[in-house]
């Protein structure tokens, strides 16, 4: 697995429910974000993915909540890729606040599909590594 790559994030108060703590659905937008963000330090851009003729596909994503997070709260996103030999690779992320309190560990099973086949390509990481100017941020 890579090291972690990770990301700040302010929890705004309009990401908040009705009992004032982040909603759950949130998660999984800062856990996106983590995941562009470390692509795009990669050098790798979305237009460069649909121009190989490839998209990222999320197969399953599971999230455990440990302790809620409320507006104004600074946390840290983290993002790291985990490749086996097959067409799916994982991705581990932690939400964290600053004073070192997990909030949240989220764990994604990913693909990357070809666009015109509509078929999750055999080797993802091998797409990351052409195209990634830092490949060493997916682990590669």
Not at 79 to 108: L, M
């Amino acid at each position: 697995m890579s090291e972690p790559f990770s990301v700040p994030v302010t929890v705004r108060g309009y990401e908040t429910d009705v009992q004032g703590h982040l909603n759950q659905s949130v998660y999984l937008n800062y856990a996106e974000h983590a995941r562009w963000s470390l692509l795009r330090a990669a050098g790798i851009s979305q237009s460069a993915l649909i121009g190989s003729g490839v998209g990222p596909v999320s197969l399953e994503t599971t999230i455990r909540y440990k302790r809620e997070l409320l507006a104004g709260d600074e946390v840290e996103v983290t993002c790291a890729f985990a490749w086996g030999e097959g067409k799916t690779f994982r991705i581990e992320q932690t939400v964290r606040k600053t004073d070192g309190t997990v909030a949240a560990e989220i764990t994604a099973v990913g693909g990357l599909m070809d666009l015109k086949a509509r078929k999750l390509v055999p080797s993802p990481q091998e797409y990351f590594r052409k195209l990634a100017s830092d490949p060493g941020l997916f682990g590669l």
